[in-house]
């Protein structure tokens, strides 16, 4: 599945999912919910190494040999790819030096304030916060919280018994790498929320939920800070949160009994693409193909295609380092690539390795092979490529 397509396909998922999520009140099946679809981008990224159908026929091609003259007037002349990396790179490196720099600054204040244990929990007051939150396992609290403290920390306690900063720094991480991806930023809005309907519902079983939602009121007009770990500077949540506090839990189950199975179909549709490409491989069973697959144009046209897509990796042209990289793949019924695999692993460098895999991935649609019948089969190929200094 395209990276693209698998995108649009999880946004369609997620708004479905939030258009029920606002209204129940199954804060920690949410919050698996939630912590599943944040780790939904990754899945394009995962290997699937389905082997081959053991009744394939089989080709191997002649070596393609590759220069070093070849390769270096071809990266002169192509596009240089390094660009895009530069320009992701870039937003991970920026949001990495802010995340840091923060964390930097509440361990100096975390240094400067006054600490005590409740029931085995780190508990710091210092002047410097202005909100109460939690920094890991530890409570952090300004010192004029006066009457309501035994609210707040009660609330705050509930989020480190519960580990919620696993799923803050899980969050954060995943929206460091996927900047790019808008849906991550609308999760983590989501995780941050519903982490804070969790300790809201834990704190109402423990105080009047009159008393307790005077409490959480009480720091809406409280200075705002810039930090991500905060959850009480934004008033239109903190609306929210009381407006949960006194829902009642009656839609909650209708709800579920839809958006389930739509998170379900969501995170299924890669795992249902691999097993569709499984089901087609039970179809060629059997099958002996006569004639074997074709490159569009023939090989001197293969030849040419991976004379200039391939790069000959730097690391390894400054070594004066050389090898042959045996690519398998499976050109199937319909003519696409399959299945890129390499034949000699342990024989030749995991930097050839990755670049020969990268250039047959890219390779166009082929001719498939026939059978006897004159009917087209799936085939599996063997391309040497010659790494060559």
Not at 269 to 286: F, P, Y
């Amino acid at each position: 599945m395209e990276t693209l397509e698998f995108i649009l396909l999880q946004a369609l998922g997620i708004a479905v999912f939030l258009g029920f999520y606002r209204r129940s009140g199954e804060h920690m099946l949410n919050r698996l919910i939630l912590l599943g679809l944040v780790l939904l981008p990754l899945w394009p990224y995962l290997e699937w190494n389905w082997p081959a159908p053991a009744t394939l026929s089989s080709w191997t091609l002649s070596d393609v040999a590759l220069s070093k003259v070849t390769t270096s007037i071809l990266e002169e002349s192509g596009f240089n790819w390094n660009w895009l990396w530069i320009l992701y790179a870039v937003p991970v490196v920026l949001l990495l030096i802010s995340r840091i720099g923060q964390m930097l600054v509440l361990s100096k204040q975390l240094k400067q304030g006054r600490t005590s244990w409740v029931n085995g929990f780190r508990i710091v007051h210092s002047p410097a916060f202005t909100e109460p939150f939690t920094l890991g396992r530890t409570v952090c609290l300004p010192p004029d919280l006066g009457e309501n403290e035994a609210g707040i920390l009660a609330h705050e306690l509930v989020h480190v018994r519960q580990s919620h900063f696993v799923d803050l720094w899980l969050t954060e991480l995943l929206c460091i790498v996927f900047w790019f991806n808008p849906l991550m930023w609308l999760i983590r809005k989501q995780i941050h929320l519903n982490l804070e309907y969790l300790s809201d519902a834990a704190c109402a079983r423990q105080f009047e939920v009159d008393t307790y939602a005077q409490t959480l009121y009480a720091y809406v007009q409280s200075k705002h800070t810039a930090l991500w770990v905060n959850s009480y500077s934004r008033f239109d949540q903190l609306k929210m949160r009381i407006s949960m506090l006194y829902s009642t839990s009656k839609i909650k189950k209708k709800a579920y009994l839809v958006w389930v199975p739509v998170f379900a179909f969501t995170l299924g549709i890669g795992s249902c693409q691999e097993q569709d490409a499984i089901s087609q491989g039970e179809t060629i069973e059997n099958t002996e193909a006569v004639v074997q697959p074709s490159y569009p144009g023939g090989m001197e046209a293969l030849i040419q295609f991976i004379s200039e897509h391939v790069k000959y990796p730097e690391s390894l042209k400054a070594k004066n380092r050389e090898g042959r990289v045996m690519v398998g793949f499976t050109i199937d019924a319909e003519g696409m690539v399959k299945n890129v695999n390499v034949k000699n692993p342990d024989q030749v460098d995991a930097e050839f390795q990755a670049e020969a895999i990268r250039v047959v991935n890219a390779m166009p649609k082929w001719s498939a092979a026939q059978n006897s019948d004159g009917k087209a089969v799936a085939a599996e190929m063997v391309l040497p490529i010659v790494f060559k200094l």
